[in-house]
């Protein structure tokens, strides 16, 4: 079956630090990939995504890399700031069925410290 | 707003209680998800359709629930005789038909604590 394995959490971080979140997956075909972000309060809100391999999503000054042979899509920021603490989510989606329904991995935490 | 809409958005019912969601997707969007997180884990997918048509059901979609899409505009996710165990948080997202890496917008959520 389809399935996503982030790093667990929680990741603390002082701001200006570089983050990396990492994302790999298992699936059945070609899967499209996203990283969403859930603010506390808030509703699941798509952060970028890369529908084929070598594609590189961007948006917010976080980047992530589809990679096929490893099967990856690391998330990364140059410099984090405190507005940016969340849960990030990693998902896959295939065509299946006439249907996107995206697999999630369980979230990763981030704190980010002054 | 004419992002996705849930309502109510906190529901505490009591044991073998009926409960009824709604979702309002964005207007030009026919497709719409149903899913399910609980604490500490990502979503996972309930059902989804395609403007009226109900096109997959997750296994985890047990004969206590069910879920409607009449006129193929908002949605209702109905869950009978609840058990402790359905308390979790029931996302809505809707999207449109494209072809592959479709974005799906979210709703808040609907909190569901069965006591």
């Known amino acids: 079956g389809n399935s996503v394995t982030q790093m667990e959490g929680p990741v603390t971080l002082s701001e200006e630090a570089f983050l990396t979140i990492n994302c790999t997956y298992t699936?059945?075909?070609?899967?499209?990939l996203f990283w969403y972000v859930q603010y506390p309060g808030e509703g699941l809100q798509l952060l970028l995504k890369?529908?084929?391999?070598?594609d590189k999503g961007s948006n917010k000054g976080f980047e992530a890399t589809y990679r096929k042979e490893t099967t990856s899509f690391h998330l990364e920021k140059g410099s984090v700031q405190v507005s940016d603490s969340a849960v990030y989510f990693c998902?896959?989606?295939?065509?299946?069925?006439?249907?996107?329904?995206?697999?999630f991995g369980t979230g990763t935490q981030l704190k980010v410290e002054l | 707003d004419t992002g996705v809409s849930q309502n109510p958005r906190h529901k505490i019912t009591k044991r073998g209680q009926n409960v009824t969601f709604r979702c309002d997707p964005i207007?030009?969007?026919?497709?719409l998800y149903w899913y399910r997180q609980t604490l500490g884990q990502g979503p996972e997918f309930l059902t989804y359709?395609?403007?009226?048509?109900?096109?997959?059901k997750s296994r985890l979609l047990s004969d206590r629930f069910s879920a409607e899409r009449p006129k193929g505009s908002f949605s209702t996710l109905e869950i009978q005789r609840t058990e402790q165990g359905d308390s979790a948080m029931y996302l809505c997202?809707?999207?449109?038909?494209?072809?592959?890496?479709?974005?799906?917008?979210f709703g808040q959520g609907t909190r569901l604590t069965v006591v």
């Open positions: 359709f395609q403007n009226e048509a109900q096109l997959e």
């Open positions: 998902a896959l989606s295939l065509m299946q069925g006439g249907g996107n329904k995206l697999t």
């Open positions: 997202a809707s999207g449109a038909r494209d072809r592959g890496g479709t974005e799906a917008f």
């Open positions: 207007s030009e969007h026919n497709r």
């Open positions: 699936a059945t075909g070609y899967p499209s």
């Open positions: 890369a529908t084929k391999a070598d």
